[in-house]
């Protein structure tokens, strides 16, 4: 797998990934996982046939190998919206800040044998990206070699990865890089208070000047003049 990515200052990730299947027997049902968020899916520069689960979006490569042995190569584009967004925290005193969540890999059926992505921001790299894995956790990060070359970060496994393995990055990204994303927190409801001045204010201006007077009604044997 050789995964090229680029992030965008709206925070989206343009994706282009080249897949190279070398299959022992055939398997017509074979389906190749990409991101449950990902959009815009196209394999070979056309359209393709998808199921979602709740994990991923299953693309099926069987009609592209024909039930077929031997190596296959397919290329993958889509994109991933909102991949830069305000970092969910339960500590609401610690300053909000951006943080990037690119999955890499989405639980292949059958293990990996080299993986390669190259991630390009749209600034200068500050922090370092940190790797979680379904069955490495945490220390996935150890079968990986990463570089960091200004905005790009370039990282490849050392080792083979298992089947059905997943693995997503992480980093945490300066706000001056993604300026049209908001940071706001909203804490409590602070426009409660004003919206009842507003409403009392409201109604004593209808008692004094818009409620029809008298108060209270006044029976009359006679109908009003000129009825």
Not at 27 to 35: C, N, V, W
Not at 103 to 128: A, D, E
Not at 133 to 152: E, P
Not at 198 to 204: D, I, N, Y
Request: hydrophobic share 40%; aromatic share 8%.
């Amino acid at each position: 797998m050789d995964c090229y990515i680029t992030v965008n200052p709206n925070g989206d990730a343009l994706v282009a990934m080249t897949v190279t299947l070398h299959l022992e027997s055939p398997d017509e049902k074979l389906t190749f996982p990409l991101p449950v968020n990902a959009s815009g899916i196209t394999m070979n520069g056309s359209s393709v046939h998808t199921t979602k689960t709740a994990t991923a979006i299953e693309v099926d490569v069987g009609r592209s190998t024909g039930g077929l042995v031997g190596d296959f190569t397919a290329r993958f584009d889509y994109s991933i919206p909102n991949a830069v967004a305000v970092a969910q925290t339960e500590d609401i005193t610690q300053a909000p800040y951006l943080q990037l969540t690119l999955p890499l890999l989405c639980g292949f059926s059958y293990p990996v044998h080299q993986l390669n992505f190259v991630v390009t921001l749209p600034g200068t790299i500050v922090y370092q990206a940190e790797f979680t894995s379904i069955y490495r956790q945490n220390s996935i990060a150890s079968d990986l070699k990463i570089n960091y070359d200004g905005s790009m970060l370039t990282g490849a496994s050392i080792t083979t990865l298992n089947d059905r393995e997943a693995v997503t990055m992480t980093m945490v990204v300066p706000n001056e890089m993604f300026p049209t994303i908001s940071t706001y927190r909203r804490v409590g409801n602070p426009e409660i208070v004003p919206m009842l001045i507003c409403a009392g204010v409201a109604m004593l201006y209808w008692i004094l000047f818009l409620r029809t007077w008298p108060l209270i009604r006044r029976r009359s044997v006679t109908p009003p003049e000129g009825v």
